[in-house]
């Protein structure tokens, strides 16, 4: 059995390489940055945070935004944003679909977990509660002695 080498392995080696699964990726990243890079230029009055390049397939790209609104400011720039993205990257792209995603940039609200009340106040922990609101400050006072009421419930 042959031993296996323990030196590590050179990530940009792995990135540079033409196959496998993380060039793929790598060449997918660095070709919508390179396009987005194209409709920024184009459109440089577009906030950033309401687009960006979703996917592009066979001969079209897609740009999701987060409202009509800027769906239809898009749609004003759209030949002149083909003929940008013609010429870059030699007719490979010539088509633009722009989606309305509304619910992109909203977060899920966090579900936050209630504790069931198992905690519970005895009568004698009531009890030492209001002997020590008779001795306290006004304010705290009252806070105790809502405390000790507790018991009661």
Request: charge should be positive; glycine fraction near 2%; hydrophobic fraction near 40%.
């Amino acid at each position: 059995m042959a031993r296996k080498t323990k030196n590590p392995i050179d990530a940009s080696r792995l990135l540079k390489s033409s196959t496998g699964t993380l060039a793929q990726i790598a060449a997918k990243t660095n070709s919508l940055t390179l396009l987005a890079d194209i409709v920024r230029q184009t459109c440089p009055d577009l906030p950033a945070e309401v687009w960006h390049i979703a996917n592009f397939k066979q001969n079209s790209l897609v740009i999701e935004v987060i409202s009509a609104i800027w769906g239809q400011r898009l749609q004003f720039e759209r030949v002149k944003i083909a003929q940008q993205l013609a010429q870059a990257t030699n007719n490979e792209f010539t088509q633009i679909e722009i989606k309305i995603a509304p619910y992109r940039n909203q977060q899920q609200p966090k579900k936050e977990q209630q504790a069931e009340k198992t905690q519970f106040i005895s009568q004698k922990t009531a009890k030492q509660l209001n002997e020590v609101a008779e001795h306290a400050p006004e304010s705290l006072k009252r806070k105790l002695q809502r405390l000790a009421n507790l018991a009661k419930r």
